[in-house]
């Protein structure tokens, strides 16, 4: 069941699908979370109904945190005809096999010094806490740690005075607490990318704390008169992102499940 809002999004999209923009984030929606980053995989099918869909619908965008070319080397993401793959939440864009990124390869101000003081600050963590360096972000995971919300909450007052300190955002997340540079999130991405593609319709998939942003831009975009639905890829680690959510799924299966059903729906 979808909101009477989210409805409308859909029926909007398959009405007109040139004009329409499917989006969703990577890790946790189109693939199970995993314990290593690098060995994500998109769930089974995730990928071929996304070729379908592109063949179809004016755009299929990702949006992730991860740098965009990573998130196309482990996602096979090149394998969806003009996919764009938008990285590290908005500021890197990887499209037709080329990258730009808006902070030109330069770390953002605050970023060396999160770098330069997240060791010594996590160094006492318990075994399995992880520091993740995006280049132009840093992320601290828990998930291997034998308390992961405890652990994280134990170190958040600390790396959220970092932040503060360092003039970044500490975005929090699954086990996880990223440290990133302020006015970088999936709804002002969102929100450009569907200016740019002049999109009618929009449907945003996600499963994360970050992912709401991304909910928020869709919410605003309906009271611009663009139509539009956000799905939910449900885990126990982020009810909030199922509550705010028009439709939700069993996770990232759920979400293949719901593609599959736009596709059969776009043929009808």
């Known amino acids: 069941m979808t909101t009477a809002e989210g409805q409308a999004g859909l029926d909007a999209l398959i009405a007109a699908p040139r004009t329409g923009l ?41 949006v992730t945190g991860r740098p965009a070319t990573e998130a196309v080397g482990v996602g096979g993401l090149d ?32 970023i060396a010094a999160v770098r330069a003081a997240l ?18 972000s840093l992320a601290v995971h828990t998930r291997q740690t034998a308390d992961p919300v405890g652990t994280l909450e134990s170190l958040r007052p600390a790396l959220e005075a970092l932040a503060k300190e360092a003039g970044v955002v500490a975005e929090p997340g699954k086990f996880v607490l990223e440290l990133r540079p302020p006015g970088t999130d999936k709804g002002a991405a969102l929100r450009a990318l569907v200016a740019e593609r002049n999109a009618g319709s929009v449907i945003y998939c996600g499963d994360d704390l970050g992912d709401l942003a991304a909910f928020a831009a869709i919410r605003q975009l309906r009271k611009d008169g663009i139509p539009g639905c956000t799905v939910c890829s449900a885990s126990p680690e982020a009810a909030r992102v199922a509550a705010e959510a028009d439709l939700v799924t069993d996770g990232p299966a759920g979400i293949v499940t719901f593609l599959e059903w736009l596709d059969s729906s776009l043929r009808a």
């Open 119 to 136: 060791p010594d600050l996590v160094g006492g963590a318990p075994e399995g806490t992880r520091i993740e360096d995006k280049g132009t």
């Open 79 to 110: 394998a969806i005809p003009g996919v764009i793959v938008l990285g590290h939440y908005g500021g890197q864009r990887w499209e037709g096999g080329s990258l730009t990124d808006a902070l030109d390869d330069s770390p953002p101000p605050g």
């Open 22 to 62: 499917i989006a969703s984030d990577f890790d946790g929606t189109l693939s199970p979370i995993v314990s290593e980053p690098g060995a994500a995989r998109p769930a089974a099918g995730a990928i071929e109904v996304l070729m379908r869909l592109a063949a179809k619908v004016g755009t299929v965008a990702i």
